[in-house]
């Protein structure tokens, strides 16, 4: 047998998956690898779907710096697929028609269709990068591109005000949080994963740095007395009650165990302010989701009659797209219009 046998010597490749893959694409059927020990070992196993999770996901953490709610979705849809018998096989010998079915499953609404979508074929792209798999069987998929839908701010002013009495009522560190989201227009994962470096609060200079938006841009959030009093007033107060000057590297707002707060409690105690406010539904659940806030304070903006390109840097939209769909005339301006017109 050793006269068919095939050295494979890993010429400064200390890259373990990439060992793995140099093996996994021999052709020969008896294989002995050497390492730099110059010990002989047995051909590792082929790659699957289960066996390669963690080390794509701990690749996309430490080279891309994804953010921790993008890499637990991740990980849902991966590790649901992975139990799936037909994904046991190794990566190279799964099918595209199996992954299309997996893809389609019931329920399958387009936000859902377009995170599958969106996982595996980072996932497959990241695998053949690596030599994990000769081809990527999703490359020929186009990404789905959902419709743009309307923003959804809370409109009644009756609602807006219980709100805004709801979140003075709120423990903290959740009522500065909740004031954030409100006259800010930030996003929950940003607010979140803010540290006292982000965080100006000088006269004339006030400010919040966001490092970790969404599409990856970073962007200031300008403070002022005038736009966003009760936020301003409520981060000065905290720094304040710490008794001392911060590290930049803390985290602003952090559990009882010194660790980042989770989005379960943001959302559990957001609903218990709904409940508060009289905002829930006959089932009990929230009226609103703490999203929403983002979307009245960009609609607020452009009622206030703030230039697009203003309420595009507050939000920190890159495509102007998306800020225009809060201009869209409310159906109370369309009617106060016509009516005008009418009886002039």
Request: with cysteine.
């Amino acid at each position: 047998m050793r006269q068919h046998a095939r050295e494979i010597v890993f010429s400064g490749n200390t890259d373990p998956i990439r060992r793995q893959a140099q093996v996994a694409l021999a052709t020969l059927g008896c294989v002995a690898v050497v390492d730099f020990s110059g010990k002989t070992r047995k051909r590792p196993r082929l790659a699957t779907l289960a066996t390669s999770i963690e080390p794509f996901l701990a690749d996309l953490d430490r080279v891309e710096r994804l953010r921790p709610q993008t890499l637990r979705a991740y990980r849902y849809e991966l590790a649901a697929a992975a139990v799936d018998p037909r994904f046991a096989r190794p990566l190279d010998d799964i099918h595209a028609e199996d992954l299309e079915a997996w893809l389609t499953r019931a329920p399958a609404a387009a936000s859902t269709l377009g995170r599958r979508v969106a996982t595996l074929r980072r996932f497959f792209a990241w695998a053949c990068r690596h030599g994990l798999c000769r081809s990527n069987p999703l490359a020929e998929r186009a990404p789905l591109r959902g419709r743009r839908r309307l923003p959804r701010p809370i409109r009644e002013q009756h609602e807006q005000r219980a709100l805004d009495a709801a979140i003075a009522t709120t423990p903290q560190p959740y009522r500065l949080i909740f004031l954030l989201l409100r006259e800010t227009g930030m996003r929950i994962g940003e607010v979140l994963e803010l540290r006292w470096a982000d965080v100006t609060l000088d006269a004339g200079r006030e400010a919040l740095r966001v490092r970790e938006p969404k599409n990856s841009v970073e962007r200031t959030v300008i403070l002022g007395p005038t736009a966003t009093p009760r936020a301003l007033r409520g981060l000065r107060a905290t720094r304040r009650a710490l008794g001392r000057r911060p590290a930049g590297h803390e985290l602003l707002f952090c559990s009882n165990r010194g660790t980042r707060l989770s989005y379960d409690a943001v959302h559990y105690q957001w609903a218990k302010l709904c409940t508060t406010a009289g905002l829930v539904e006959t089932d009990g659940t929230p009226r609103y989701t703490p999203h929403q806030l983002r979307h009245t304070r960009g609609s607020e903006l452009i009622a206030q009659g703030q230039r697009v390109e203003i309420v595009q840097r507050v939000l920190g939209h890159r495509d102007i797209r998306s800020t225009l769909t809060y201009a869209e005339l409310q159906d109370t301006q369309v009617r106060a219009a016509l009516e005008g017109a009418v009886g002039r």
